[in-house]
């Protein structure tokens, strides 16, 4: 007996798949209507908010915490940007965030002439707002609210109020420094292209839902000057949890491992070999650890002292000064000052440029070593240097480095180069030492190492201590 019998002109078996595909259909309307459609249905049950910056989401931790932060407190997250590197695993494994890589346009190469930027310019900045119209306007959701990064202002913030206009969504941005005055340090304040970009950056900036500002003075120039409206709230910068001091064992396994690179940089540097010095034990020992002769774990007796700096290589840090102050170092340092081993870490259009003017120096205490690290390698090296320094110094005079609040969730001491607002966050002979030229950096030098040389050891066995730690060498 057949399983299924017609009925007039229709099998049993196609009335079941046409009930079949009418209830997925009809499942798959009803969700587009409960959580895409734009305005209150009452049954909406998640925010969708879309995260904008127009940079690498692998180095945004800003926007990545931003993101990371709505998604826990209960919104879906659109994070718009380019992919360059790994967002890291707390973005790719959430399962309220998505990541909607834009393409990154090509770029005038640094050096050529400014006309040819000119030139360009206008293409790039059409060629990056049709793509984010299209993701923000089309591809995603209909949004509650829009989070831009601003700088880069253009086509960003243009964009951000279209879309917030069209769709319906509360426009909010997150101001890190002022977009017109990054492009003054190459054209001069002067330049009537940099007076179009600050008009536009007004213009386009000056209404929304609320602003964000890294600073007090930011907060005070966009409230008092730029007269922006909507809520204006100051959000300094915080270092995520993965910046902290290492222990001695964490330390060891990271330079056996992932940061074994940096020792082999400086291997191929001149002499190389003979400025990181011997070790105890030559298979298990690394740049900073090593084993004594009951094979447990220990500083390595000859280590350089780490030195480090983070930067994207663009005209708004001087390196040249810490050039200057390595090489000041090398002129005064005694035969017993320990050897300092600099390592230098991003990406920039700038990085060709010193690089070819490290190779050029006579080092002999000193190594420079630059290197362009994974995300989740920063914050261990960080966590495992002895000394950061930072040499930002702020196109807008309004803004702070990341990169400070990183070190100092590190644990780590802080040179920093003096500019306006620097005295938010670093307080001279508290929490930091401030400098201004060369000279001052390089007697910080001295003076920070003297200080590991006599405080770090009493601070490691106190550490060790309270931990109770007799480590023996890991062995894989």
């Not at 008009?199 to 003075?217: M, S």
């Not at 000193?366 to 702020?394: F, K, M, N, Q």
Request: proline share 5%; aromatic share 10%.
């Amino acid at each position: 007996m057949a399983l299924f019998k017609e009925v007039g002109n229709f099998s049993l078996e196609g009335v079941l798949m046409a009930v079949l595909c009418i209830y997925v259909l009809f499942g798959k309307l009803l969700g587009m209507y409960v959580f895409d459609r734009t305005g209150s249905t009452g049954m909406r049950r998640r925010l969708m908010v879309q995260v904008l910056v127009l940079g690498d989401i692998g180095r945004s931790p800003r926007m990545r915490y931003h993101a990371a932060s709505l998604a826990d407190a209960g919104c879906n997250v659109d994070l718009i940007g380019y992919t360059e590197t790994n967002p890291g695993a707390r973005i790719n494994v959430h399962r309220h965030i998505r990541v909607r890589s834009i393409r990154k346009p090509w770029s005038v190469p640094e050096g050529s002439p400014r006309l040819f930027y000119l030139v360009w310019a206008p293409f790039k900045a059409l060629f990056m707002a049709v793509q984010l119209f299209w993701i923000m306007g089309c591809i995603s959701q209909s949004p509650d609210f829009i989070i831009v990064q601003n700088p880069p202002s253009i086509p960003t913030l243009f964009i951000g109020q279209l879309i917030s206009t069209l769709r319906k969504a509360w426009l909010i941005i997150d101001w890190h420094n002022f977009g017109y005055s990054i492009l003054a340090m190459k054209f001069g304040y002067h330049h009537k292209v940099v007076q179009w970009a600050k008009w536009y950056e007004q213009k386009f900036g000056k209404t929304a839902f609320a602003h964000l500002t890294v600073t007090d003075a930011m907060h005070e120039e966009i409230k008092n000057v730029w007269e922006n409206e909507g809520i204006i709230l100051t959000l300094r910068d915080m270092p995520q949890s993965d910046f902290r001091r290492l222990t001695l064992d964490h330390i060891h396994r990271q330079f056996n491992h992932s940061l074994r690179v940096i020792e082999n940089l400086v291997k191929e540097t001149p002499n190389g070999t003979e400025f990181l010095g011997k070790y105890r034990d030559e298979k298990y020992g690394t740049l900073l650890t090593d084993g004594d002769e009951d094979g447990l774990l220990i500083w390595r007796e000859e280590r350089p002292k780490l030195i480090v700096s983070s930067t994207s290589w663009t005209e708004d840090e001087d390196f040249s000064i810490l050039l200057s102050a390595i090489e000041q170092y090398e002129s005064t340092a005694k035969p017993s000052d320990p050897r300092l081993l600099f390592v230098i870490t991003g990406n920039g259009p700038l990085r060709k440029h010193y690089e070819e003017k490290i190779r050029k120096m006579v080092l002999n205490k000193t190594r420079i070593v630059t290197a362009w690290l994974e995300a989740v390698d920063y914050p261990v090296l960080l966590g495992s240097a002895d000394l950061g320094v930072s040499l930002h110094v702020s196109s807008s005079g309004l803004d702070l480095p990341m990169k400070i609040a990183d070190m100092f969730g590190s644990g780590l001491p802080v040179c920093a180069i003096q500019f306006p607002c620097l005295k938010e966050l670093v307080h001279d002979g508290e929490n930091g030492l401030v400098f201004e030229n060369s000279q001052d950096l390089s007697e910080q030098f001295m003076v920070k190492i003297a200080w590991m040389i006599c405080v770090s050891p009493i601070f490691i066995f106190f550490f060790s201590a309270i931990r109770n730690c007799s480590l023996k060498i890991p062995k894989n």
